[in-house]
């Protein structure tokens, strides 16, 4: 089961949301499935971040290299 990070506002919700749909579309993958991913990276992330402002990117960045690093294997 996919972890759940509580968002400190709506406005981060939506731009976390708006980046899972953004990588769904760009990566051929149902968006349930990069949102489990997604939800446990930014939680993991996000424990330790002062600035949150880039944690959509950073998040992003990560979950693309893992994808194309499991097509390459």
Do not use: F
């Not at 990070?5 to 149902?30: F, N, T, V």
């Not at 446990?40 to 944690?55: N, P, Q």
């Amino acid at each position: 089961m996919a972890a759940y990070c509580s968002y400190d506002s709506d406005a981060e919700w939506k731009q976390h949301s708006r980046a899972m749909q953004m990588l769904a579309r760009d990566l051929g993958i149902p968006e349930e499935d990069i949102r489990a991913m997604y939800e446990t990276m930014l939680c993991s992330l996000k424990e330790g971040a002062r600035i949150k402002d880039y944690l959509a990117i950073l998040v992003s960045r990560n979950i693309k290299d893992m994808v194309r690093r499991a097509v390459v294997h």
